[in-house]
């Protein structure tokens, strides 16, 4: 993670966004873990007949100190 983290902040990214099921507590957690923080925005998915909501989550790039 850390190295496609490291990866992006060098092409210039200053912040990453991604989407977790709102009910995988565990990668949550993860991601948290990780700095990465709930911005509040939700959505739902449907894949067949379930539906679900996800979670979305950034992280903003620290500056860099000089």
Known sequence: MERG???LWG???SRIVLW???ANRQA???YEALNYV???HTKEITLGE???MEVRYEKARKP???
Request: hydrophobic share 35%.
């Open 28 to 30: 949550r957690q993860f």
């Open 5 to 7: 983290e490291d990866e």
């Open 64 to 66: 860099v100190s000089s």
């Open 38 to 40: 709930p911005d509040s």
């Open 50 to 52: 379930l539906t679900l």
């Open 20 to 22: 977790v099921l709102e």
């Open 11 to 13: 092409r210039g990214v």
